[in-house]
Nanobody, 111 residues
Framework: QVQLVESGGGLVQPGGSLRLSCAASGLISRFTTMGWYRQAPGLEREWVTSIDITLGATYADAVKGRFTVSRDYAKNMMYLQMNSLKPEDTAVYYC?????WGQGTQVTVSS
């Protein structure tokens, strides 16, 4: 069974940066695709980015060029570096792998 724990959320001003982390444990391998999703108030959860050892990283158009996903396979960690943050990036961010979800971490972009 896979367990995922996100961290690193917080309050940041527009234009600022945050780095989210996702710690994975359990039955997960380097061949497992991992991803980040987000859910803003009143909206459905949406895909942000995925990373796969063979296909690399893919991004939603809304974050392309501003967000960078990475993995540390030795530590079973996934990261999301978010730069040039906008108010519309405000959401709870979730880590996903092997059809499992973490508890989410809140990101608020506001002046």
């Amino acid at each position: 069974q896979v367990q995922l724990v996100e961290s690193g959320g917080g309050l940041v001003q527009p234009g600022g940066s945050l780095r989210l982390s996702c710690a994975a444990s359990g039955l997960i391998s380097r061949f497992t695709t991992m991803g980040w999703y987000r859910q803003a108030p009143g909206l459905e959860r949406e895909w942000v980015t995925s990373i796969d050892i063979t296909l690399g990283a893919t991004y939603a158009d809304a974050v392309k060029g501003r967000f960078t996903v990475s993995r540390d396979y030795a530590k079973n960690m996934m990261y999301l570096q978010m730069n040039s943050l906008k108010p519309e990036d405000t959401a709870v961010y979730y880590c996903n792998a092997a059809q499992r979800w973490g508890q989410g971490t809140q990101v608020t972009v506001s002046s």
